[in-house]
């Protein structure tokens, strides 16, 4: 059983940055794949980065390429994921949520976080 709480989300003028968290409870965090998914109003939710259980591995949505860094730290007294995000975009306004799984393929069927709103102005 994992459980996920996001943090770091709130309002950014376009080309800002922000630094989402999201904080896992949970012996085995270290063993699951994460990543952060985004849903827009109107618009389907978005797997937006991922990253394997060792970090070796990492995927970004082609919308996010170059601005976006998602980073793990496995220690025992942290078990956090986070999303670095630069150079926003209004278009990057959504709910992100954090998911865990044992593989980056099973994400949406895995545990998530109850979301942290990003609003980016123009």
């Known amino acids: 059983q994992v459980h996920l709480v996001e943090s770091g989300g709130g309002l950014v003028q376009a080309g800002g940055s922000l630094r989402l968290s999201c904080a896992a409870s949970?012996?085995?965090?270290?063993?699951?794949?994460m990543g952060w998914f985004r849903q827009a109003p109107g618009k389907e939710r978005e797997l937006v980065a991922a990253?394997?259980?060792?970090?070796?591995?990492?995927?970004?949505a082609d919308s996010v390429k170059g601005r976006f860094t998602i980073s793990r730290d496995n220690a025992k007294n942290t078990n956090t994921v986070y999303l670095q995000m630069n150079s926003l975009k209004p278009e990057d306004t959504a709910v992100y949520y954090c998911?865990?799984?044992?593989?980056?393929?099973?994400?949406?069927?895995?545990?998530w976080g109850q979301g942290t709103q990003v609003t980016v102005s123009s």
């Open positions: 990253i394997s259980w060792s970090g070796g591995s990492t995927y970004y």
């Open positions: 949970g012996r085995t965090f270290s063993s699951y794949a």
């Open positions: 998911a865990a799984a044992s593989a980056v393929s099973w994400l949406e069927q895995g545990y």
